[in-house]
């Protein structure tokens, strides 16, 4: 069955986070440096992108960002400086969102995260040189 399929290529993903507030999640995107564009035909929607990273922003009735699982992945070419970076930011603003430094993994990632103010948790690393 697996040979009857069709080969496609892939060309990205684009995890679509929810959040409770989408105005809050547009300027929290945009300090982070992405460009966020509110779809036009729907005020619940949005679409955050920087290099080649996308991420959608659905504005979820009822979603609690403390029980909230949404994550994606992402790799970066220096995830201390993304980090050093995201914290800064941070600091500045009103968003109380926590950016951890990265550590070196035993799977050869040097690694870090965030969380946005809805419970998201973008995880970033780059691999460690050996």
Same mark, same amino acid.
């Given at each position: 069955?697996?040979?009857?399929?069709?080969?496609?290529?892939?060309?990205?993903?684009?995890?679509? /986070?929810?959040? $409770? #507030?989408?105005?809050?999640?547009? =300027?929290?995107?945009?300090?982070?440096?992405? &460009?966020?564009?509110?779809?036009?035909?729907?005020?619940?929607?949005?679409?955050?992108?920087?290099?080649?990273?996308?991420?959608?922003?659905?504005?979820?009735?009822?979603?609690?960002?403390?029980?909230?699982?949404?994550?994606? /992945?992402?790799? $970066? #070419?220096?995830?201390?400086?993304? =980090?050093?970076?995201?914290?800064?930011?941070? &600091?500045?603003?009103?968003?109380?969102?926590?950016?951890?430094?990265?550590?070196?993994?035993?799977?050869?990632?040097?690694?870090?995260?965030?969380?946005?103010?809805?419970?998201?948790?973008?995880?970033?690393?780059?691999?460690?040189?050996?």
């Amino acid at each position: 069955m697996v040979n009857e399929l069709r080969t496609v290529s892939f060309a990205q993903i684009a995890p679509v /986070f929810p959040v $409770v #507030d989408l105005e809050r999640s547009v =300027a929290h995107y945009s300090a982070l440096g992405f &460009e966020v564009t509110k779809y036009d035909g729907d005020e619940d929607y949005a679409y955050a992108k920087i290099g080649n990273i996308r991420v959608h922003l659905w504005q979820a009735p009822g979603i609690d960002p403390e029980t909230n699982f949404s994550s994606a /992945f992402v790799e $970066v #070419d220096d995830a201390d400086a993304l =980090a050093a970076d995201w914290q800064k930011v941070s &600091e500045a603003s009103e968003f109380n969102c926590p950016t951890s430094l990265p550590v070196n993994t035993e799977y050869g990632l040097r690694e870090g995260a965030h969380v946005d103010p809805d419970g998201n948790l973008l995880r970033f690393a780059h691999k460690i040189e050996s």
